[in-house]
């Protein structure tokens, strides 16, 4: 499931609980949440079939706005994603864009670096409090 910039974290939870655990972290740290968007609930509602698919969007302007500074075209990536889904072997992952890839993507310089390795950290605590991983 490799695919370039994304980190994947297996869950020892069920989605709705490692979905529920990452809201619960992401206030816990005092970060906003913008948005959850349940995908599943999207395709049924037009009558088609998703796997538990929901994506949390969610930030604070202190650790995104650095980035912005850089380099603005990282507004595209910002606020930041989380994606819980499960795979069709029944497995629970969380997902996010590595914020080095985003420096990357973006070429985002080493003025940056404090809030890139910020952001990590925080990235890093949610998937933890979220998957129990």
Sequence with gaps: ????GLISVESAFGPAETAERLASAINAKGLRLFARVDHA???ASVGLELRPTVVFIFGNPKGGTPLMQAAQTAGIDLPLKALVW???RGKTWLSYNSPAWLAER????AEANTALGAITAALEALA????GA
């Design 106 to 109: 973006h070429a985002i310089g």
């Design 1 to 4: 499931m490799a695919v370039a």
């Design 128 to 131: 933890k409090a979220a998957t």
């Design 41 to 43: 609930a999207g395709a």
């Design 86 to 88: 499960q795979d069709e």
